[in-house]
């Protein structure tokens, strides 16, 4: 709870914990009584990824959880949580974020905090609505792409604008906000990555600094989300074996 505390407002915390029977926190956002536990048990397993470099498969995702209250099927910020545990233990933390929609959550935490660099690639404009090109501030960085980019737009964009601010903040960590939302045959969304693509975005994320771990976030197509994991973490996995 503490941990959960340094990303969220108490009131936002036990409004969750108090859920006796279902209702909706935002149009998306349905919760139960259960709810508390399991949004607790993601917040719990992402900050276990980053400090042991693995994949957190959790759900709900958490991209969207703003401090103060859920959102987008987000209540409490995965991402976030596990980037403050592990400044706590002496890292230096960059978050990607590649899910289809922007991170507003995740933006909204740190936008005043520049120990800590959130860059995001999305497709805008899109659900929620924010993350255009001229919101940014001096940590926050977001990559707006059009309806229809597929893996030449991601990479390059990932190469010219990414890459070079990852590597000028000199991260020891870096988190991935993994959403597989961007994908061809995913039906909330308009992009054409490809497995492919995903493979080859999760290798250059590993690239970027000693330390990577993921979190999962969107991803609506219960065929290829599997698949897609795993293309992801082949390219995790590639980068950091070869280096």
Known sequence: MEEVLRCHTREHVEHVFAIREPTWLDADTPATETTAEGALLAAGTAIEAARTGAFAFVRPPGHHA??????????????????????LAG????IVDYDVHH???TQEIFWEDDSVLFVSLHQWP??????????????????PLSAGSGDDEYIHAFDHVVRPAVEQFGADLLLVSAGFDA?????????????????ELSGRCAALAPGVAAVLEGGYNLL?????????LDGFSASTTAG
């Open 183 to 199: 994908h061809e045959e995913d039906p909330l969304a308009g992009m054409r990555v490809t497995d492919d693509g995903f493979r």
């Open 91 to 94: 890292q230096r933390v960059a």
């Open 224 to 232: 290829t989300l599997p698949r897609l994991v795993g293309a992801a």
């Open 66 to 87: 703003l401090s103060n209250r859920a959102m987008g099927f987000c209540i409490f910020n995965n991402v976030a949580i596990a980037a403050r545990a592990a400044q």
């Open 126 to 143: 899109f659900y929620p609505g924010s993350g255009g090109p001229n919101e940014q501030a001096e940590t926050t960085v977001n990559v």
């Open 103 to 105: 991170g507003n959550g």
